[in-house]
């Protein structure tokens, strides 16, 4: 069953060309979205989607996010206050993630799906840790996300921080669940793993014909730490173990480099993702794209779904650092489509839609399209959601899903995991 958008002005999310057209949506993954005249007289009512004043474009994808942290907003604080960015992770998000059980992690992919969709987001790369719940916890994310219509791109977090049985367990599931589904080899951080978790990494990386997704100098800490144990630079040692050469390398972060790190990076074929909010959260300093070439994308690292929030303050912040302009960022925006297309990833479509009611006080056109884009868009303007060419937001409320029974199974499973922390 196809999708009729009346009267809509579309706008291409690469050239920023806008069209006045009826435009028809075809389902499924190779359903193709065509311009037409007219829509054919005998098209059921609940097919045709009013578009007049509304303006269509490709749906958003999120390249660094983490749906495991989704239960923290509003947690009760740590034990001991954390007064660095080790222990911000040690004593907060450590804590946390070895609470986690499969029915936490499914009701936190869920409301990150839900929060992800209304956010006219349709594709996650995440990157998941739950130490005591490893086996199956990927494949619960998958579920939740593709039952909502979220398309993704997963990976499980390994990490020797919780002793040898996790690290293991770490390494089954990325195996076991690559052999079925799409995803990338996760790791944390150079610092919380050994030479010998990174040659293993590395042989799966080989074996899948994959790429790692992990942390890279978010704090200083990580430097200086691969520095006395390894005598050299964190991104000189992800590099002897080859997972620069993967054009599916997601480094994450990238902040504390030296220039010759920066440049061992931009002569690579990976990727890196910036999170502004999570550094100035974390109180880590502030992401600078100079010298790192072209290959950013955006990402939330877990503080929310809501890929406009996340580019709007990469723009304001980025005045600071090295005088960003709004088409950098729109870029490193919609840089995420390259990274999956060009990796032969499924699941960012053609028939992935945003349908956007903007009322504007000024008139939006294709030379000034970037301007609203920053100054002017929000998740508020996202009225539909088209998945796959599938209508998966309808009038702002989520289609495949009753939101409440996701939002009263995410505050039990809230309560269940705060009720673990406070013990
Ligand atoms: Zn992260």
């Not at 001991?80 to 936190?108: C, G, H, Q, R």
């Not at 870029?331 to 956007?356: K, P």
Request: proline share 2%; net charge negative.
């Amino acid at each position: 069953m196809s999708l009729f958008l009346k009267d809509a002005t579309f706008v291409n999310w690469e050239t920023l060309e806008f069209k006045k057209s009826n435009l028809k949506v075809n389902q499924g993954a190779n359903g193709k979205v065509e311009f037409i005249e007219t829509i054919p007289l005998k098209t059921r009512a609940d097919q045709i989607i009013n578009c007049q004043g509304k303006f269509v474009t490709k749906s958003f994808g999120n390249a660094h996010h983490h749906i495991y942290s989704v239960l923290s907003r509003g947690m009760p604080a740590p034990k001991t206050t954390p007064e660095n960015f080790y222990e911000i992770l040690k004593y907060v998000w450590w804590n946390l993630d070895k609470k986690l059980d499969i029915a936490m992690i499914e009701a936190s992919a869920l409301y990150a799906a839900m929060e992800s969709l209304k956010s006219g987001v349709t594709f996650v790369i995440d990157h998941h840790s739950s130490p005591f719940a490893i086996e199956g916890s990927l494949e619960t994310i998958a579920g939740a996300f593709e039952f909502l219509g979220v398309s993704h791109l997963l990976c499980y977090e390994i990490s020797d921080r919780d002793g040898m049985q996790t690290g293991v367990e770490g390494f089954t599931q990325t195996e076991h669940y690559l052999k079925s589904s799409q995803g990338l080899v996760g790791l944390h951080a150079s610092f919380t793993l050994s030479d010998h978790s990174l040659r293993r990494a590395a042989l799966l990386v080989e074996k899948f014909k994959s790429g790692v997704h992990i942390h890279v100098a978010e704090d200083q800490y990580d430097q200086d730490h691969c520095k006395i144990n390894y005598k050299k630079t964190v991104v000189d040692r992800l590099n002897d173990f080859g997972f620069l050469n993967s054009s599916k390398t997601i480094l994450a972060h990238c902040l504390h480099l030296s220039k010759s790190e920066k440049k061992l990076i931009n002569e690579s074929p990976a990727w890196v993702v910036e999170n502004i909010e999570s550094n100035l959260n974390n109180n880590v300093g502030c992401f600078n794209a100079k010298g790192l070439g072209s290959q950013i994308m955006l990402g939330t690292d877990g503080m929310h779904s809501d890929m406009l929030r996340s580019a709007q303050y990469a723009y304001f912040t980025g005045q600071l650092t090295n005088n960003v302009n709004m088409a950098d960022i729109y870029t490193r925006f919609r840089n995420v489509h390259h990274y999956i297309q060009n990796n032969g990833f499924a699941g960012d479509c053609e028939n992935n839609l945003v349908i956007l009611d903007y009322p504007s006080p000024t008139e939006m056109n294709s030379e000034n399209f970037l301007g609203h884009f920053i100054y002017g868009f929000n998740s508020k303007n996202v009225e539909h959601v088209i998945s796959k060419g599938e209508i998966v937001v309808k009038d702002r409320k989520l289609v495949n899903m009753n939101e409440e029974d996701i939002l009263g199974f995410a505050r039990e499973m809230g309560n269940k995991l705060w009720k673990k922390l406070r013990e």
